[in-house]
């Protein structure tokens, strides 16, 4: 947005009423004369800050025109972009005048029309002063120093070079280019503390004045100036405002917020090509008096919070694994304490229905938050080949830890817990049947144990997988445990050998979609007591440190 003044002076109704439709929507005020003796009239009443001339005229030439601006003490020094369809024949004639800072040759886009209007508007009042005095003018404009750090994005994220920047607490300006826009990070001691863009399309900012929470939704038109970033007379005058207490700074922050999670989610949602690190203080006005002292990662959980992103995170066959984090940002500035319990109870994979059944939430924020963290790169996103669980009944306690190690450095398609003693088991079993039992057939007890549970006419039990790890040695295994397993995996078993186990078995045996569940509610007996497994009541009562996940 800006508060500059553009005066037109064309006989061309077409071309005044088409500068008149590109400018006024981006903030410019536009005055239109259709001849030399209205526009000059005009020039001296509103005193615009850049004259938008035609070359031919009605009885008279923009040059004309120049010169007698040059002669008025009070017009003189308003800088002048000459058009014509003459280009260079018409050029020639103005080489002398010190007002005319820039052409604009005919027919011309409405991107031409807009960069060359803010580019003579920006290095006006420098050309004209170096044309009048003879002085040289500089090549480029608030030139930057070398950048303190730049590259593209080929190799690595802007997760990571965000992590980078707020590990090492630096200072500056991180700019992004992203398609055609530049997205800019404030960044004080390593935290966020301001987010802008320069040509983000307009249609994506009225995507993002969309999503305004209520609260401050009335604020759509100062969100179209404050995601430029750039000092304009509004903006100015609403720090002005803050200083005077006059407006709440509490809604100007929350709306700064909301912005920065919107071109936040903007950024890791487009094709990123190079980026520039400025260090040292940034000079955005709002910035400096309202900073949001943010992590990346809350950024990033309220820009899917507030678009309300889901994606297919419903979807029951996708499990979502905790990563481990390995050089990564711990910084959770910002983030709430609520938001921060899904992590927590992300211990094992779990789908988003069994993230919102234990945490108590709506479904859908659920899904908002796995989607933030998954593009924090903190939680991975994993296709689940078959619903439920596998429980694996380990006593050994060297095998069952490398076969944790295993599976967490798997692609976990399928998810399940690793356990070590009956008590563990009998919690699992009570919570949900499995879809697959693992169980170590070189141990006699656990083999009892298995024997009992499957020794019923069952129809939870026939539909329950059952895979057995064991050494070379040979055993007759109706005779061990009262059936023959569904597949066998030698020692040491790794998750890559029993996920190809459990492949095989469920080519053979597709899984039907009737895992039950048992709920205190639901369970026909007082006891609550799992129709597999036989329960030590008062051991369950009394200890739940057998369950190892």
Known sequence: MTDKTV?????SATIRKLVDTHLSPVGYRVALAPNAEEGLKLATEIRPDLILLDHQLPGTTGYEVCCKLIESSELQQIPVVVSSTLRKKAYAEYIDLDNVVDMLPKPYTEELLRHTVANALETAAMIVSSQSQGTAVPEVIQQLDEAALAGSFVCFGLRELLDFLNNGRKTGVLEVEADRSRIRFHLDRGRIQGVYATGIDGNDVDEMARFLPKSIANLSPVLRMTIGGRSCAEVDGFVQLLDQKVLDPRLMTKLLRFQAA????????????????QAGHASNALHRNLPLDISLLALLVEGAIHRGDQDDAADESRIYVRRAIRGQNLDRAGLSARHMKVLNVLSDPKTSGELATSLGWN?????????????????EERHQAAPGQFVVFEPDAGAAQALRSSLEDSDNRYAGKVVR???ALQLLFKRSVPHTLVFSGDDDHVCQIVRQMFATDNPAAANVRRIVVCGPIEHDWNDRVGFEPHALVRRPCTAAALFEAMDRVFEQHP???????ISADES????????LLPMDHNAIETSTAGVES
């Open 363 to 379: 479904l859908d924020e659920v899904c908002q938050v796995l989607q933030g963290f998954a593009m924090a790169e903190l939680v």
């Open 262 to 277: 919107m071109l936040v989610h903007h950024a890791f949602t487009r094709k990123l090509a190079a980026f520039h690190f």
């Open 7 to 11: 005066l037109v002076i064309d006989d």
């Open 511 to 517: 899984f039907e979609n009737n895992v039950e569940r």
């Open 524 to 531: 026909p007996e007082s006891e609550h007591q799992h129709p």
């Open 421 to 423: 003693d009956k008590l």
